[in-house]
């Protein structure tokens, strides 16, 4: 269930219910206190619906009027991500830098992908060792070691891959 809203006239029964009885104080449509009240009430109305929507602002997942803030403050938009157009793809990008906790797994990298709607495949790599490799595997140094592969549909993860990535290793994308 959402915060209550309230609607114009329901601001200017408020208002008016708070002022003292008597004939200083009219109530009828047409007096100048219901005119002032009723343009008063609009404001209310703004107020009240950006106090409600506030929890909303105050979490990236849901944010609307404060994503500005957010994207300031994680540096967004980000050269190394995909152009973000809609307000659902902003939102996801804040909230993947903002969870970001960072890792050096395959399955990191492929979650970090899937969370910015890119299905990728991430394969390590290892030099052949005599016993321990299996047969039809390539043929290499031990540099293989800090070599990995991604598999994705595009380059659009290339940049942020190579900014996340383990400084010792190096990553080839294959599209």
């Not at 390539?138 to 598999?151: E, H, K, M, R, Y």
């Not at 380059?155 to 990535?165: P, Q, Y």
């Amino acid at each position: 269930m959402g915060a209550p809203t309230f609607s114009v006239t329901d601001f200017v029964s408020a208002l008016q219910a708070l002022m003292p009885p008597g004939r200083a104080w009219p109530r009828d449509p047409s007096s100048v206190q219901t005119s002032v009240i009723t343009g008063l009430a609009p404001s209310f109305q703004r107020v009240t619906a950006a106090g409600n929507n506030l929890l909303l602002d105050a979490f990236p997942a849901t944010t609307d009027q404060l994503l500005p803030e957010w994207q300031s403050t994680l540096a967004l938009p980000d050269p190394n991500l995909p152009a973000a157009n809609t307000l659902a793809e902003q939102q996801a990008q804040v909230v993947v830098k903002f969870a970001n906790g960072g890792g050096q797994s395959a399955a990191y990298f492929e979650s970090f992908a899937a969370q910015l709607g890119v299905t990728v495949t991430v394969t390590s790599s290892a030099p052949f060792r005599c016993g321990q490799s299996k047969c039809g595997q390539t043929l290499g140094t031990t540099d293989q070691f800090f070599a990995w592969s991604v598999t994705a549909p595009d380059t659009s993860l290339e940049g942020i891959f190579n900014e996340l990535k383990p400084g010792h290793t190096y990553v080839t994308f294959n599209t």
